[in-house]
């Protein structure tokens, strides 16, 4: 019976390692078909299992498996950590306060969205899923009255976006060849030059859609290197840290604002039971990351995302 009981130990214990090895392989790999896309997103979680591996080859007295088991959950622990590590530039530049919400088809809470805009003190307003019917709610509940400039393609179902801003914004265009329509703008913030953009990566939700979604990163990375001067890019980018094509897209010289701010692991994705965090803010890696955080905003199926930066 010992024996026995043993055995499936190591056999358990070894296949728990073969999974996490294989979602954390993937992880790095940035691959595009759609299980692996989707297995990604418990990237995070998959140290549970080589934890569980560890206990199992103690009990069962392997001691390489127990180092190798260890080993992995170390690997697997170790690129969750820098999320939780502040680090970024030490700026005394203007502050500046964002707000990103996918509006779920335009069906978000508009009075709500400009709460929080108010309470917050926000200073841009980036919107996905931005509906022309979202457009009117948010201009009833007083939107102009905070934030008076803007540039919005509003478009029907999930395909708009849109920007708001404290600041005049000058030079308004919509991104081509995107699966949505991401929206593009210039403002100046006490004499500083910025970039905003307000964007929404094709969910990866078929395969033909995967293929969208990896492209619709690639190229928003490749337009955002075009760029002069400082860069915000807020949306729902249909993706985690943990997808590589993201952080490629969030790499130097550009940087996800929560990282900066080592907000740790909080989700935007499904809102009510959120499990994974889709919704970012990348910046030029000279912004600093003060705070990010998640809002609720009923009748979205997103959480909303605030960022406190601060400029050069």
Aim: proline content about 5%.
């Amino acid at each position: 019976m010992r024996r026995f009981v043993r055995s499936a130990a190591l056999v358990i214990g070894w296949t728990l390692i073969a999974v996490t090895l294989g979602i954390f392989a993937v992880r790095q790999a940035g691959v595009t078909e759609i299980t692996f896309v989707a297995l990604v997103v418990g990237a995070p979680y998959i140290g549970v299992l080589s934890l569980a591996a560890v206990i199992l080859f103690a009990a069962a007295r392997s001691r390489i498996g127990s180092a190798a088991a260890l080993v992995l959950t170390l690997a697997v622990v170790g690129v969750q950590v820098p999320m939780f590590l502040a680090d970024g530039p030490d700026n005394s530049g203007p502050e500046l306060s964002l707000l990103t919400i996918n509006a779920a088809h335009g069906e978000a809470d508009a009075a709500a969205i400009v709460a929080a805009v108010r309470d917050n003190d926000v200073d841009v307003l980036a919107v996905q899923e931005l509906t022309p019917e979202e457009v009117t709610d948010l201009q009833a509940a007083g939107i102009d009255d905070m934030l008076p400039f803007s540039f919005k393609a509003a478009l029907p179902v999930a395909d708009g976006t849109g920007l708001w801003s404290r600041t005049p914004l000058t030079d308004g265009t919509r991104l081509d060849n995107f699966g949505f329509v991401p929206v593009q703008a210039r403002t100046t913030v006490d004499g500083q030059d910025l970039t905003l953009v307000s964007f929404h990566a094709m969910s990866p939700a078929t395969p033909r859609h995967t293929a969208e979604w990896d492209a619709d990163l690639a190229r928003m990375r490749s337009i955002m290197e075009t760029y002069q001067g400082t860069v915000l890019v807020a949306g729902d980018f249909n993706a985690t840290n943990d997808h590589r094509q993201f952080r490629r897209l969030a790499s130097t010289p550009f940087s996800d604002a929560a990282d900066a701010a080592g907000a740790g692991l909080f989700r935007t994705f499904p809102s009510e039971r959120p499990l994974a965090r889709l919704d970012h803010l990348v910046t030029s890696s000279n912004v600093a990351a003060r705070s990010v955080r998640p809002l609720a905003i009923p009748d979205s199926d997103h959480l909303a995302v605030l960022a406190e930066v601060q400029l050069p």
